[in-house]
């Protein structure tokens, strides 16, 4: 059974640039979270999405965004990128949502670095 | 609270010894708990979970404990591997429908 795909694995992006990044979950899961994993902050929440809704947000500005589409791939945005903004970014799937007490399983990462 | 990454503490063992690490929760209505490993340049690999109403769970040399009292978790690895070496994080549910990460343990296995 194929694992969490995420894609691409490495992105450069200036200041004020957009990105969008994707996210294929492991077959039959239907939750993806997205997560920003920093040396200073560890990992965060960023959202989480089922069933093409977002069930909950951290707490990230606007200008982090997503949307699940019905066959449960997810893509994340993030426009008006800042310095900041580089970091690892990683998708994890489950088969139920976040708080039925499945674990989540992660993919690789995006590696976005922001000159 | 949120995850905050600072300077990872580090957990240095021979091979062959048996391996803890440790993890404080701080919401005590979690009610599961995850153990994920990272190695460098790769995701988070899930290892063991705990639900709130077990104290004990064991996989394949891999053990969790859970003290609800004092909001602790352990991990322990038994007979410590080279290819164990990797970051560490416990996670919780801890409400809000999100997990929470801590902020890991970097173990070292020493051949």
């Known amino acids: 059974k194929a694992g969490v795909t995420q894609t691409p694995r490495y992105l450069i992006k200036t200041r004020g640039q957009q990105v969008t990044l994707s996210c294929s979950p492991i077959?039959?899961?239907?939750?993806v979270s997205w997560y920003q994993q920093t040396p200073g902050q560890g990992l965060q929440f960023l959202f989480e999405?089922?069933?093409?809704?977002?069930?909950n947000k951290g707490n990230f500005p606007g200008r982090f965004s997503g949307r699940q589409f019905s066959n449960s791939r997810s893509e994340m945005n993030v426009s008006t990128l800042e310095l900041g903004d580089s970091a690892l970014y990683l998708c994890a799937s489950s088969f139920g949502p976040l708080g039925y007490n499945q674990p989540q399983h992660f993919g690789d990462g995006t590696r976005l670095s922001i000159l | 609270g949120e995850s905050v990454g600072l300077h990872l503490p580090t957990l240095s063992v021979q091979e062959g010894d048996n391996s803890i690490i440790n993890c404080a929760y701080s919401n005590s209505a979690s009610d599961y708990f995850i153990w994920y490993k990272q190695e460098s340049g790769k995701g988070p690999q899930f290892i063991i979970d705990?639900?709130?109403?077990?104290d004990k769970r064991q996989g394949q040399r891999v053990t969790v404990l859970l003290n609800k009292t004092v909001k602790h978790l352990s991990l322990q690895i038994a007979a410590t591997q080279p290819g164990d070496s990797a970051v560490y994080f416990c996670?919780?549910?801890?409400?809000?429908?999100?997990?929470?990460f801590g902020a890991g343990t970097i173990l070292r296995v020493k051949s």
């Open positions: 996670a919780e549910n801890g409400g809000g429908n999100k997990l929470v």
């Open positions: 077959s039959g899961h239907r939750s």
């Open positions: 705990i639900r709130s109403n077990m």
């Open positions: 999405y089922f069933s093409e809704t977002q069930r």
